[in-house]
Antibody, heavy 115, light 113 residues
């Protein structure tokens, strides 16, 4: 069955970076793009960007340019998102989800930014 | 970017009641290819969102047929014909017609009356 397995919760200090992963299984990894979504209580669901898992090409929401960097390792069917220069506003749950229809989601990663 | 406005923000229902959720778009979601990429998600408490309906009215595999979607252009509706306890949570609409970026509605919380 299709699964997207994300890495564990992160506690990070302001100004630092975190890199979270999303490992796919149960389907041909390069047949679907992977998107990343931010969820906060106040802002709901926000699209961060997507990565073409075949070519590595990326698209970013303007709001997250310079904040998020998306990469992929086809050999392990894993997508990654690095968040840099963290501030408390980056504290949220981050999901990966399969495009085109958001038909499968990871379990989410809670990132907490605190000194 | 396309703005999706969901109403109501909160919906109280009894088990067995039929309810509807509205999603209104700031632009027509009819794509130049003739398709309309408006989808509905449900996020149960403590869980990830899951896809219920895609392209306005197509039921995702495994989703009960008490869920139905309708609409066109800028106005869309999700209907639940006979709420069950497992339906409680937050419903989101999301558009892909004018993507990227994909944009989400603000959510409608379905709770028990």
């Amino acid at each position: 069955q299709v699964q997207l397995q994300q890495s564990g919760a992160e506690l990070a200090k302001p100004g630092s970076s975190v890199k979270i992963s999303c490992k796919a299984s149960g389907y041909t990894f390069t047949s679907y793009y992977i998107s990343w979504i931010k969820q906060t209580t106040g802002q709901g669901l926000e699209y961060i960007g997507y990565i073409n898992t075949g070519s590595g090409g990326t698209n970013y929401n303007e709001k997250f340019k310079g904040k998020a960097t998306l990469t992929v390792d086809k050999s392990s069917s894993t997508a990654f998102m690095q968040l840099s220069s963290l501030t408390p506003d980056d504290s949220a749950v981050y999901y990966c989800a399969r495009l085109q229809w958001f038909d499968y989601w990871g379990q989410g990663v809670m990132v907490t930014v605190s000194s | 970017d396309v703005v999706l406005t969901q109403t109501p923000p909160t919906l109280s229902a009894t088990i067995g009641q039929s309810v509807s959720i509205s999603c209104r778009s700031s632009q027509s979601l009819l794509h130049s290819n003739g398709n309309t990429y408006l989808h509905w998600l449900l996020q149960r408490p403590g869980q990830s969102p899951q896809l219920l309906i895609y392209s306005v009215s197509r039921l995702e595999s495994g989703v009960p047929n008490r869920f139905s979607g309708s609409g066109s252009g800028t106005d869309f509706t999700l209907k639940i014909s006979g709420v069950e306890a497992e339906d409680l949570g937050v419903y989101y609409c999301v558009q892909g017609t004018h993507a990227p970026p994909w944009t989400f509605g603000g959510g409608t919380k379905l709770e028990l009356k």
